[in-house]
């Protein structure tokens, strides 16, 4: 009897307490989506650890007890939005709001510029990768590990190229010196000897290479009276 007697008494303190409290109910739109529900957004009571989310529809709900509170809106990238509200016992208050995305800050435009080093080896199989031609260099690093001692040695460790013991003259997939053409840095050299086009290569020494490079293939940026490829000799 005492059992139920307790039963009793606790459902009806519960009904009591339920009574006396309020209801704070209501749906957060989304100005940025054309006022669609806004999910997920967080619903917390001012001043308090009391809260909840929205949920898929932009819906939410409170119990509190009768009362003055401001209930915060707050979703990332959206201006947080207080409202205050008054509880009265057993009644519900409905807060239909809208939230809209916080004002971005102003960045001015930023630049940046790198440049990789042609002596690695690293630096020049990355730019061979990226070439939209048959292109193969050497470095100051690989030419330091080869011990070559000048610039036409050094032609002769890139494939395809070979180069006469005789006259000391490369040939570039079997063609010679009518058929290649030398520049330095990007431009065209003289010939060191009024019988051959180009200049003779062992006069650079590797001490003055920064890197040497073959193109294998006309570009719109080549020469005209180039057939087997271009020479590029880059100093330091």
Known sequence: MKKIVCI???IVCQLVIA???GII???LLDKEMSNEPL???SVVIKGTSMGTETDLDGNFRLSVAPGSYIIMFDFLGYKTLEVPVLVKSGET???????????????????IRASTSKQKESALLLEQRKATTIKESIGLERLSNIGVSNAASATTKISGVTRSEESGDIYIRGLGDRYLFTTMN??????DDVQNKNIDLSLFST???NSISISKTYTTSSYADQSSGVVDVVSK
Do not use: H, M, Y
């Open 8 to 10: 009793v008494a606790f």
């Open 19 to 21: 009574q006396d409290k």
């Open 25 to 27: 109910t209501g749906t």
């Open 39 to 41: 999910s997920f957004a």
């Open 93 to 111: 208050v409905i807060i239909n709001r809208t939230l809209e995305a916080a004002e971005g800050v102003a960045l001015e435009e930023v630049k």
């Open 186 to 191: 990007g431009l065209p050299i003289p010939s």
């Open 207 to 209: 001490n003055l290479l």
